[in-house]
């Protein structure tokens, strides 16, 4: 996923004006990123206050960890990391106070994709929901402004993709793995429920040239604690009888991720493979997955 642009020290004004123009807000974001606030400000005293504000010791991601909404004069809708997971939540603007948490729980929001204040309810992509996949597949939920009703619209291990139909009733759901061809389903945009399944990818031809599946791995990092994920790639003749040696390919970015998630033939793998070598790609340890190289040629 590629990450927003930053927000710039002054969000438009105009866009942020309350209802009755008795005041306007902005975001500021403090040089050095550790702190990032709203501020509002009364059009008539010119008097500040802050309706929410995020600070930390180390940094605050302003680019791909930043979201905020205006709902209203009352409420709006902030992203933050506080808990030490990446979740949303319902901020009280008149008091500078949390209402409550939209999401929580040991797994991030990736994004918000869209919001609509009539029906109080959000739609994000989030990882991590599901104990059993790959933490960083992106799956698709809804859940309700007060945090109630959390609607799973996505299902299947594999990286989701997803698009809406004209009227937001429907979404087609493509999900694959680098070890799965992609799947794609017609799904119920507001329950989730599966409708039908369209298509499902034919790999034989690809394997009938002798190309074979990444090998999918995790394994515990140099701390003993965390969980680190990433692939293996063989060359086509291997014999498990012979030695082979290994490349590690490998950016670690602090913030970046490069491991595929996705189905694709990994051609810059497998060319290095058929060389004669094991390749073996794994992203650093911490990686927030801010900016994220998915691979698939």
Same mark, same amino acid.
């Given at each position: =996923?590629?990450a927003r642009?930053?927000?710039? &020290?002054?969000?438009?004004?105009?866009?942020l004006r309350?209802?009755?123009?008795?005041?306007?807000?902005f975001?500021?974001?403090?040089?050095?990123?550790?702190v990032?606030?709203?501020v509002?400000?009364?059009?008539?005293?010119?008097s500040? *206050?802050?309706?929410?504000?995020e600070?930390t010791?180390?940094?605050?991601?302003?680019?791909?960890k930043?979201?905020?909404?205006?709902i209203s004069?009352?409420?709006?809708i902030?992203m933050?990391? *506080?808990s030490?997971w990446?979740?949303i939540y319902l901020?009280?603007k008149?008091?500078g106070?949390?209402?409550n948490?939209?999401?929580?729980?040991?797994w991030?929001?990736?994004?918000v994709?869209?919001?609509?204040?009539?029906?109080?309810s959000?739609?994000?992509?989030?990882s991590g929901?599901d104990a059993?996949?790959?933490?960083?597949?992106?799956?698709?939920?809804?859940?309700g402004?007060?945090?109630e009703? &959390?609607?799973?619209l996505?299902?299947?291990?594999g990286?989701?993709q997803?698009?809406f139909s004209p009227q937001?009733?429907?979404?087609?759901?493509i999900?694959s793995r680098?070890d =799965?061809?992609?799947r794609t389903e017609?799904r119920d #945009?507001v329950?989730g429920? &599966?409708i039908?399944e369209?298509?499902?990818g034919?790999?034989?031809?690809?394997?009938?040239?002798?190309?074979?599946?990444?090998? *999918?791995?995790?394994?515990?990092?140099r701390?003993?604690?965390?969980?680190?994920f990433?692939?293996i790639?063989r060359p086509?003749n291997?014999?498990?009888?012979?030695?082979?040696?290994?490349l590690e390919a490998?950016?670690?970015g602090?913030? #970046? #991720?490069f491991?595929?998630? *996705?189905?694709?033939?990994?051609?810059e793998l497998?060319e =290095?493979?058929?060389?004669?070598?094991?390749?073996?790609?794994?992203?650093?340890m911490g990686?927030?997955?801010e900016w994220?190289?998915?691979s698939r040629?």
């Amino acid at each position: =996923m590629i990450a927003r642009p930053p927000p710039s &020290l002054c969000e438009d004004a105009a866009t942020l004006r309350d209802d009755s123009s008795k005041a306007f807000s902005f975001v500021y974001n403090q040089r050095g990123h550790q702190v990032l606030r709203v501020v509002s400000v009364d059009s008539k005293t010119a008097s500040a *206050r802050t309706i929410v504000e995020e600070t930390t010791q180390t940094f605050v991601c302003y680019s791909s960890k930043y979201f905020v909404h205006h709902i209203s004069d009352d409420e709006l809708i902030w992203m933050s990391e *506080r808990s030490g997971w990446n979740h949303i939540y319902l901020v009280d603007k008149k008091r500078g106070t949390i209402k409550n948490s939209i999401t929580q729980g040991e797994w991030v929001v990736r994004e918000v994709v869209k919001v609509d204040d009539a029906q109080r309810s959000v739609w994000l992509a989030v990882s991590g929901i599901d104990a059993d996949q790959d933490p960083y597949y992106q799956h698709l939920i809804r859940v309700g402004y007060d945090g109630e009703s &959390l609607v799973r619209l996505t299902e299947g291990d594999g990286d989701h993709q997803w698009s809406f139909s004209p009227q937001g009733d429907y979404l087609i759901d493509i999900y694959s793995r680098v070890d =799965m061809a992609p799947r794609t389903e017609l799904r119920d #945009a507001v329950s989730g429920s &599966l409708i039908c399944e369209l298509e499902r990818g034919d790999d034989s031809r690809l394997l009938e040239t002798g190309w074979q599946y990444p090998e *999918r791995f995790s394994c515990k990092g140099r701390d003993g604690t965390t969980d680190i994920f990433g692939i293996i790639v063989r060359p086509t003749n291997f014999d498990a009888s012979k030695q082979y040696p290994i490349l590690e390919a490998i950016y670690a970015g602090p913030h #970046a #991720a490069f491991v595929p998630k *996705r189905f694709g033939r990994q051609s810059e793998l497998f060319e =290095m493979a058929e060389l004669g070598f094991i390749v073996v790609k794994i992203d650093g340890m911490g990686t927030s997955h801010e900016w994220h190289l998915d691979s698939r040629k």
